[in-house]
């Protein structure tokens, strides 16, 4: 049972214009959202995440909108840059009163911006 | 400042085989994490490493098991391998704030994994 979803599994951008990637949850008890990014032979990183209660979180050129209602999240990143192309992850966590905090981490979207 | 440590980067089993891969903490974690990643997914939570004690687990069988010493530092078991079994196996670690609630984002540090084939 996939509880986060990234239903685009490659996307591809031009150098300079804004890549968006798109996460999508089922799961109402996810409290706490995050993206991380992966190179090739290394483990994922983590990039920036957003609480429930807010709707926007951003750092530099990354922002993560969050839309609860439609149970839906977004990354945007601007400008795109070639050292951007990896693979992103979508991951959520479930509420601490759940007594758990691991993550759900969706399927990844590689993303590839060109020079 | 050394972060997550995995070793073997790469190991090849036969099937009904038995494996065990380690880890070691970034510093100043005293939490870890294992996850599976198979090819074209996501990580999967196999189960989470505290005190010595394992807090949490994920969907896995009895074969999955682990162990975490007393420097933090974890390995994961997998007894009577299966083909399904290949996969890279992430460990991350973290800091387990006082208290139960965290005060943020349950921000992981991964390490660059153990790619387990199991033929």
């Known amino acids: 049972d996939q509880q986060v979803k990234q239903n685009s599994p490659s996307l591809s951008v031009q150098e300079g214009r804004i890549s968006i990637l798109n996460c999508d949850y089922t799961n109402s008890m996810f409290d706490y959202f995050l993206w991380y990014k992966k190179y090739p032979a290394e483990g994922p990183t983590f990039l920036i995440s957003i609480s429930s209660i807010k709707d926007k979180n951003e750092d530099g050129r990354f922002t993560v909108f969050l839309n609860k209602s439609a149970k839906h999240l977004s990354l945007h990143i601007v400008p795109s840059q070639p050292g951007d192309s990896a693979v992103y992850f979508c991951?959520?966590?479930?509420?601490?009163?759940?007594?758990?905090?691991?993550?759900?981490f969706g399927t990844g979207t590689r993303l590839t911006v060109i020079p | 400042d050394a972060g997550v440590t995995q070793s073997p980067t790469h190991l090849i089993k036969t099937r009904g085989q038995q494996v065990t891969l380690r880890c070691s903490p970034k510093?100043?974690?005293?939490?870890v994490s294992w996850y599976q990643q198979a090819l074209g997914q996501g990580p999967q939570f196999i189960f989470q490493y505290y005190e010595e004690e394992e807090r949490q687990r994920g969907n896995f069988p009895d074969r999955f098991s682990g162990h975490q010493f007393p420097n933090y530092s974890s390995e994961l078991n997998v007894n009577a391998l299966l083909l399904g079994d290949s996969a890279l196996y992430l460990c991350?670690?973290?800091?387990?704030?006082?208290?139960?609630?965290?005060?943020?984002?349950?921000?992981?540090?991964f390490g660059a994994g153990s790619r387990l084939t199991v033929l």
């Open positions: 510093s100043g974690h005293d939490t």
């Open positions: 991951a959520a966590r479930r509420g601490l009163q759940t007594g758990a905090n691991n993550l759900f």
């Open positions: 991350a670690s973290s800091f387990r704030p006082s208290g139960r609630r965290s005060t943020g984002a349950n921000v992981l540090t």
